[in-house]
């Protein structure tokens, strides 16, 4: 059976959604998914067979007049189809911001755990943080700013790009062939104290005609 992909207001979402989001098995407890209830505007969700295998957080705003597509939180069933679910949760993404942001260049972040998550931000373009690569003046501003808007900032270290006690939301996202992932962005996500409750916020941009081409239908 094919994915289906559906994204409804999340203040609608009922306690009924919230349990078969939780029935996933991922990183979230029912409390953190009620909190982000409250914390996003958007909620998708990702099914085969009628069967829940992902959903995602988001919201589409501006900040600083930049439009952004701010991923709250995802997380993806550990199943043989997660690499469809997740490009499913990100192609919805995708076609959202350009419902909302047509011609126009858009940032894409999130908070991150592990390397494994960011297969999420393949198509994206300046990655940040990247490895070998140092984060100078803007850069370090958006992570500053993207901090904030997560609330993660009373303990965000604009150097690394991490910030302590963050995982009230995150990308949960298990590779389904680890062995293949960068090691270099394995390394660098290796600075993240995952079970001390750390996160890394990371970035990317798509240009204006790269959103045409990722978020068509």
């Known amino acids: ?10 203040i609608a979402l009922t306690d009924a959604d919230l349990d078969e989001m939780g029935s996933i098995e991922g ?6 998914l009620s909190k982000a209830k409250e914390d996003w505007v958007l909620a998708t969700t990702a099914r085969i067979d009628d069967k829940m295998h992902g959903f995602m ?26 690499d469809t679910v997740l490009r499913g949760l990100m192609g919805e993404a995708y076609h959202r911001a350009l419902m909302a942001f047509p011609d126009e260049d858009v940032v894409f972040g999130s908070r991150f755990v592990a390397a494994d998550g960011l297969e999420a931000f393949d198509k994206l373009d300046e990655v940040t943080p990247s490895p070998g690569v140092r984060a100078v003046g803007e850069e370090r501003a958006w992570g500053r700013r993207l901090a904030k808007r997560f609330g993660v900032d009373s303990k965000y270290d604009a150097q690394s790009f991490i910030a302590k006690n963050g995982q009230s939301g995150f990308l949960d996202f298990e590779s389904s062939k680890p062995e293949k992932l960068d090691a270099d962005v394995v390394k660098m996500l290796s600075a993240v104290n995952q079970s001390g409750g750390d996160v890394m916020v990371v970035y990317g941009w798509t240009m204006a005609e790269d959103l045409v081409k990722h978020g068509q239908r």
Do not use: K, Q, W, Y
């Not at 059976?1 to 999340?10: E, F, G, I, K, W």
């Open 27 to 32: 990183a979230f407890d029912i409390g953190a």
């Open 57 to 82: 957080f988001s919201t589409l705003e501006r900040i600083g007049g930049t439009p952004c597509v701010l991923i709250g939180m995802m997380s993806v069933r550990r199943h043989s189809r997660r």
């Open 1 to 10: 059976m094919p994915l289906v992909v559906a994204t409804n207001d999340a």
